[in-house]
C-alpha cells in the first residue's frame, strides 16, 4: 500500500533532495497536465486546518504554499468562509495537495477545519456548505467517473482528520446525478 506523503519540499526523489515542485515535475519527466479528462479519479475534499476564528485569505494560503515548494497554491480551488471560491489551476493541471494522488484528482479546500481551541472541527459555513455543493456538482459533470472523498478516506492516509467532515456520507449522492 502507497503512503500518502505530505506535499513539502524538499523531498527525496531516489536520495536525491527535490526542491521543489517544478523541479520534481522534471525529475519525474512527466507534463505538468493530466492526460485526459478520464485521468480525474477522485475529487479530493480537504480543510486549511486553519482556526474558524481566524481568517485565512487567499494570499497567505498562496505564500504557505510557495514555502512549501509549490509553483502557486496546490488546491484546483479554495472555499473561503463566506462561500468565495477561487481556482488556482486548470483542471487538467496536476496539483500538490496529495501525493501520491495529484495525478489522478482535483484538490479542493475549505477555509477552516479546527475550532476556536484548535481542535478539528467541521467549521463549515452554510455559504461554504452552499458554494461547495454547487462546485461538486459542476465538476461530477466534467468528471463523471471520479470519485467525491475526503483526503483522510484515501487508502493509504495516515491518520489525520482532513477534511474534518464525512465527505463520503455527505456527497457521494452526486455520483449517482445523471
Ligand atoms: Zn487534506
Avoid at 525529475?27 to 505538468?32: E, F, L, V
Avoid at 473561503?80 to 479542493?108: F, K, M, Q, W
Avoid at 461547495?132 to 493509504?156: C, E, N, V, Y
Amino acid at each position: 500500500m502507497t503512503t500518502v506523503i505530505s506535499d513539502t519540499y524538499p523531498i527525496l526523489l531516489a536520495d536525491e533532495p527535490c526542491q521543489n515542485e517544478q523541479q520534481y515535475l522534471k525529475a519525474q519527466g512527466t507534463s505538468p497536465l493530466m492526460e485526459s479528462l478520464e485521468s480525474v479519479r477522485w475529487i479530493i475534499l480537504h480543510c486549511s486546518a486553519t482556526r474558524a476564528d481566524r481568517p485565512y485569505p487567499v494570499e497567505q494560503l498562496l505564500r504557505d504554499h510557495r514555502a512549501r515548494g509549490f509553483r502557486t497554491i496546490g488546491y484546483h480551488f479554495y472555499i473561503r468562509r463566506d462561500g468565495t471560491v477561487t481556482r488556482h489551476r486548470r483542471l487538467l493541471e496536476v496539483g500538490a495537495h496529495c501525493r501520491p494522488y495529484n495525478r489522478c484528482s482535483i484538490g479542493l479546500c475549505y477555509e477552516g477545519g479546527l475550532d476556536v481551541q484548535g481542535h478539528p472541527a467541521d467549521t463549515r459555513t452554510p455559504e461554504q456548505r452552499k458554494a461547495l455543493q454547487q462546485l461538486l456538482i459542476r465538476l461530477h459533470a466534467l468528471f463523471p467517473a471520479a470519485r467525491i472523498t475526503g483526503h483522510r478516506d484515501l487508502p493509504g492516509t495516515e491518520p489525520k482528520a482532513c477534511p474534518c467532515f464525512n465527505a463520503r456520507r455527505e456527497y457521494s449522492w452526486i455520483e449517482t446525478l445523471p
